[in-house]
C-alpha cells in the first residue's frame, strides 16, 4: 500500500524558512515522481514543486523558483522542500502526492499524480 506522511509545517514570520518532509513508503522509491502541492483558503490547488528521485530532474512554479529547493533522499524514501525567504502568500496547506515515473526522464510540471499523502499546515505570518 502507497502512503505519504507530509510533516514539517508550522508558523514562521514573513522572511523566515521551513523545511517539509514527505516520507514515502508501499513503492520503489527510485521509480517515481514526487510532487508538492499546496492549497490556501478560497483559492484552487497549486503545483509547487516536483522531483524525479529516478534522475534527480526538477520543476518549480513560478512563484517559488528561487525561494524554495526540493531535494530526494532515496536511501531514507524521503522528499523535502526547503522554503525560504516565505512569504505570507505562501500560507496553504502543502501537500505531497507520488505518481509512477519513468527513471531517466526529465520530470515535468502539470502531470497527474496518483497517490496523496495528508497536508501539512504552513502559515506565514507579516
Known amino acids: 500500500e502507497v502512503q505519504l506522511q507530509a510533516s514539517g509545517g508550522g508558523l514562521v514570520q514573513a522572511g523566515g524558512s521551513l523545511r517539509l518532509s514527505c516520507a514515502a513508503s508501499?513503492?520503489?522509491?527510485?521509480?517515481?515522481?514526487i510532487g508538492w502541492f499546496r492549497q490556501a483558503p478560497g483559492k484552487e490547488r497549486e503545483e509547487v514543486s516536483c522531483?524525479?528521485?529516478?534522475?534527480?530532474?526538477?520543476y518549480y512554479s513560478d512563484s517559488v523558483k528561487g525561494r524554495f529547493t526540493i531535494s530526494s533522499d532515496n536511501a531514507k524514501n524521503t522528499v523535502y522542500l526547503q522554503m525560504n525567504s516565505l512569504k505570507p502568500e505562501d500560507t496553504a496547506v502543502y501537500y505531497c502526492?507520488?505518481?509512477?515515473?519513468?527513471?531517466?526522464?526529465?520530470?515535468?510540471?502539470?502531470?497527474?499524480?496518483?497517490?496523496w499523502g495528508q497536508g501539512t499546515l504552513v502559515t506565514v505570518s507579516s
Open positions: 522531483i524525479s528521485s529516478g534522475d534527480g530532474s526538477t
Open positions: 508501499g513503492f520503489t522509491f527510485g521509480d517515481y515522481a
Open positions: 502526492a507520488a505518481t509512477f515515473w519513468p527513471r531517466g526522464a526529465t520530470i515535468l510540471g502539470g502531470i497527474e499524480y496518483d497517490y
